[in-house]
């Protein structure tokens, strides 16, 4: 294997998702293309032989995709339930559904063949975890980078919380079907996917400052061929297979990105995505009173941490004075106190201060941290130039997709986020483009650069 690139290899030139499914640790079967429905069966007796299914799905995805395995899998010879089918409207990952699920695989040993999309696909992943049997997947939109991910992302306790629990054991994604998904599913897809410019910058940094080294393999799956799957976000939308195809994989291989890398979920998640977490932290929900979907939400915080690294590059390294961003640095104390006050109230108070905590650096490691960046500024803005992709195209990359690119879009006052962004830096312990902003003394002026007269969401 030669590598070459920023971080990549060579061999990616080749099958990404053949190398992906080689080094997957959950994930052992992946089925992508158009016309290829009538192949599930092939993959449930590859994978489960001998076993009886269960399809799970909602009213929806029954009649888009749903009846159509059950009777394929049945005239197939496989020992069938009968189909379990969500009914209600608007239907989200939320607790009530997994201790129903739960109580119908409890009663049955059917491998459940999922088919949906993000909320289907974690009910029936965490459940089928709680049985301890192994689940499929047939996939109906290319609306997130979930599928293959392990972890379910579910509301408990009036809070999103990441439970963690195995990926599925095989997938199956009909190009054909998943054309059929609303344009808004397929919009939030390339909202998430996008994130990745956004995140593997962060990661960059990450790396040089020595806080989490860069994986080659896990970044190569993830980055490898991200270019090509954001390249058409109008044939995205109008279901081009060939568009369509390109998103849909991209997606995937975000997931095998993190079963590649089972450390942490810095393959697929930077700062773009601490401002999505606290928006559910807030339970903010749009005007007909539903959250915004996960990648409408990743895709005002990737406009935010791209219009950051913006400002990040412009910066003249050589006139940062460290000695002043040493001195002003707070004590540990200090900023875990401040965390409290921020999430007072909020239930929260505990686990920010110790997320601001685990990745407080001393005043020493602060300045060590400034002067590897500043003694390294010319290789590092090479490699961020390299990854990184404009604002404004950016912009205009999900208008053409249909992605929002004003926080009016998904009813967010900008108040409101300009004060998401503050307290999302306190939420999560990763090194992201906040705790750059924050360490050079740079986050309110960089605020400023984004809301201000000539931001791009100017108050």
Known sequence: MTKTGLYGYA????????????NATQTKALLLGQGILGRVADVFKEQFSGNRAIVVADKTTFGVAGRDVQNILSNAGIDMD????FDEPDMHAEWKYIERMDDVLSKTDAIAVAVGSGTINDITKLCSHHQERPYMIVGTAASMDGYVAFGASITKDGAKQTFGCAAPRAVVADVN?????????????????????????????ADLIGNEPIDPLSWGIVQGGL??????????????????????EGLFLGGFAL????????PASGAEHQISHMLNMDHFVMKNGIAPSHGFQVSIGTLLSLSFYEQFLKTDMRKLDINAC???????EKQMAHSRDVFRGTGFEEFCAGEIKAKYVTPEQLRKELTTIRDNWDELKTKLDSQLISVEE???RFKAVGAPTMPEDIDLKRTQLRDTIRRAQHIRRRYTILDVALRMGKFEEWLDGVFGENGIWRI
Do not use: H
């Open 259 to 266: 079963q590649a890398y089972p450390k942490t979920s810095r």
């Open 177 to 205: 079907v998943v054309a059929t998904a609303p344009e808004a599913m397929t919009a939030s897809g390339y909202g998430d996917l996008y994130a990745k410019v956004a995140c593997g910058a962060d990661w960059i940094v």
């Open 394 to 396: 950016t912009v205009r």
């Open 11 to 22: 061999c990616f030139q080749m099958n990404r998702v053949k190398i992906a499914l080689d």
């Open 326 to 332: 040493v001195a002003s640095w707070p004590s540990l």
């Open 227 to 248: 270019r090509d799957a954001l390249a058409d976000p109008a044939g995205a939308k109008a279901g081009n297979p060939q568009a369509l195809t390109r998103l849909i």
């Open 82 to 85: 009968d189909p379990y089918i």
